[in-house]
């Protein structure tokens, strides 16, 4: 079956570290989506991409990188890690075509910034 | 602003009683409207979505929701809820300007505990 894991699914860190969370898919979705949960919050959306080397900047873009080097993995980069980005982490994909389509969301990986 | 309202943080109802959980959003006039829900240490799964046509869209788990564009809500339904049911419900738009974006603005979650 098709699905879309995360890894590490828990991580902590140190402040000033660089973190790297893996997102891998096996839908062959063009779409792929990087969300933070935050109390209060909900999700909110931090990198996603259309397509191989296409990646595009969220609500919440600061402090984060991404790229797209095949279509089943959308690796997000904490270039230098930081205790306001202790959050719980979201990959999801969803594929090309009308009408809104839907987004397949992976477990999560849990992040902690010391 | 631009926005997706869930008003109610968290709704406790006894099983088996009826349950509906408001979404507002100030999108444009056919954004695509989507509920997730969410089961404590766990992804997000689509109950249900609407695209166009029928107002009323029946979704998994005995789930419906009514899309109402005069009040611009997107209420979701259940007329007997499990204790199962207990979760966190999300509201999610994608606005559809000019075509679907495929990205989803989320509300800021309800939470539901379902009482014995």
């Known amino acids: 079956d098709a699905e879309i894991t995360q890894s590490p699914r828990h991580k902590i860190t140190e402040t000033g570290r660089q973190v790297t969370l893996a997102c891998h898919q096996t839908w062959n979705h063009n779409n792929m989506f990087w969300y933070r949960q935050d109390l209060g919050h909900g999700l909110r959306l931090i990198h996603y991409s259309y397509g191989v080397q296409d990646t595009n900047k969220g609500e919440v873009s600061d402090g984060y990188s991404v790229s797209r080097s095949n279509t089943e993995d959308l690796p997000l980069t904490l270039e230098s890690a930081a205790s306001s980005q202790t959050s719980v982490y979201f990959c999801?994909?969803?594929?090309?075509?009308?009408?809104?389509?839907?987004?397949?969301f992976g477990p999560g990986t849990r992040l902690t910034v010391l | 602003a631009q926005s997706v309202t869930q008003p109610d943080i968290h709704i406790t109802v006894s099983e088996g009683a009826s349950l509906e959980l408001r979404c507002n959003y100030s999108y444009g006039a056919t954004p695509y409207l989507f509920w997730y829900v969410q089961s404590p240490g766990q992804g997000l799964q689509l109950l249900l979505k609407?695209?166009?046509?029928?107002?009323l869209v029946q979704g998994i788990k005995g789930f419906e929701a009514e899309f109402k564009r005069s009040q611009s809500s997107f209420n979701l339904r259940k007329p007997s809820v499990h204790w199962s049911d207990a979760a966190e419900y999300f509201c999610a738009v994608d606005p559809n300007y000019g075509g679907a974006t495929n990205k989803l603005i989320f509300g800021t979650g309800t939470l539901l505990a379902v009482q014995p």
């Open positions: 609407y695209f166009s046509g029928d107002t």
């Open positions: 999801a994909s969803s594929d090309r075509g009308p009408g809104g389509d839907t987004q397949y």
